[in-house]
């Protein structure tokens, strides 16, 4: 699908008819791509990357520009294909520090880079003002929340449409779903007000004039209730970091990995039975960035749409990927392997063996990262 752009140039079947071209294209120049996710996922990178600069920065001559972009590759060997993105990864080498933004320089080493952290760490009623979950629901809030849910019979209201629908205890056997009301149109975009009309990001059509550009099988739903969340599985703290006494400071901790002063962490979500549940999550070390964990996550509920559009989770990387406690496996902290943990909670107990209670934890959005593994802020 064509990404969102402030002001589209063209409509939304226009771009997406150039975009299914351009892709359609790479593919044949480079037909070995498609034998890996990575290939597959790197030729709808490159095909999403072009459309949409295009859209962008050629709002009066995107069509144009797009046809004769189409018909080059048409008439393109493989060969050349190769050089031309040998050579498009040399220029975006080089432009990866814009002139007049050097990348920054603290001047301090990497544990002088962690401790300088520490000054900005938010306190709890800062957290709490942003609605972090500081403190686990209680057992009371959970069971009263569990009564109402039972009372509720799955009844739900689609996230997207705004439809009412009821979640099923078991797959429906005539259309193998596992909630009710049909399929689900939308509008996958946001609102945008462009040269004072309003429309949606997506399509560039006005609010009203359709019921949405998309179509998805099935309605969905989030939950954002830290006691509802909890109902499914409880909120916890990071682990504590050890007190060493002084005969025990050079003693290792029982753990063979190192537990990390600072991490950047970041979760994708998919839909499911259960609501808006964990499906990758990954962690890198600061401030070198080297990748700490890379997981995705089987979630609790039953997939109902892995949202693929914004997580980048596609449905043959969830299905071939390998368990992530098997003794038969390569490398774990090889990046090419893509590993699944089996539940939620497997994830963060992996998560926990780089973390504790000292450990800094830096993200975007990050409240809602610590919601979706159950960490208390």
């Known amino acids: 699908m064509p990404r969102t752009v402030p002001r589209a140039p ?3 079947e226009t771009r997406h008819s150039i975009l299914v071209q351009l892709h359609k294209e790479f593919i044949r120049l480079d037909p070995d791509s498609q034998k890996t996710v990575i290939g597959k996922q790197r030729m709808i990178k490159l095909a999403n990357d072009e459309e949409a ?4 920065n050629d709002i009066f001559t995107y069509k144009n520009i797009m046809k004769n972009r189409i018909f080059a590759l048409v008439k393109m060997t493989p060969e050349a294909f190769k050089k031309e993105l040998e050579e498009k990864e040399q220029s975006r080498r080089k432009k990866d520090v814009p002139d007049g933004n050097e990348e920054l320089v603290t001047g301090l ?3 002088a880079e962690v401790t300088a952290l520490g000054g900005y760490v938010a306190s709890l009623l800062s957290l709490k003002a942003s609605e972090y979950v500081v403190l686990p629901p209680s057992e009371e809030e959970i069971r009263k929340t569990k009564e109402g849910l039972e009372a509720a019979g799955g009844r739900e209201e689609c996230d997207r449409c705004k439809t009412r629908f009821q979640v099923l205890k078991e797959q429906d056997k005539e259309t193998k779903s596992w909630v009710t009301g049909g399929s689900c149109t939308h509008h996958y975009g946001r609102s945008i007000v462009d040269g004072g009309r309003k429309m949606w990001g997506c ?3 006005p609010p009203g004039e359709t019921t949405g550009c998309v179509e998805h099988t099935n309605h969905v739903f989030m939950v954002k209730s830290p006691v509802r969340l909890a109902s499914v599985w409880q909120f916890v703290e990071t682990p504590s970091a050890p007190i060493l006494s002084p005969s025990s400071e050079t003693t290792p901790p029982p753990s063979d990995k190192k537990i990390e002063k600072a991490i950047c962490m970041d979760c994708e979500m998919a839909f499911t039975t259960k609501g808006f549940e ?4 990954t962690a890198t070390r600061f401030p070198t960035y080297e990748p700490i964990v890379d997981i995705l996550v089987q979630p609790y509920g039953e997939v109902l749409d892995l949202n693929t559009r914004f997580s980048g989770v596609t ?6 990927a390998l368990p992530y406690y098997n003794s038969s496996l390569p490398n774990k902290d090889d990046p090419k392997v893509l590993l699944r943990a089996s539940s939620p909670l497997e994830a963060r107990e992996i998560l926990f063996t780089y973390i504790d209670s000292s450990t800094i934890i830096i993200g975007h959005s990050l409240d809602n990262d610590l919601k979706c593994i159950e960490h208390l802020g």
């Not at 600069?53 to 962008?56: N, T």
């Not at 449905?315 to 071939?320: G, L």
């Open 278 to 281: 964990v499906i990758r999550l």
């Open 315 to 320: 449905q043959e990387q969830f299905d071939t």
């Open 53 to 56: 600069a295009s859209a962008l």
């Open 109 to 111: 080493s990497p544990e």
């Open 10 to 12: 063209a409509n939304f």
């Open 203 to 205: 399509c560039s059509t």
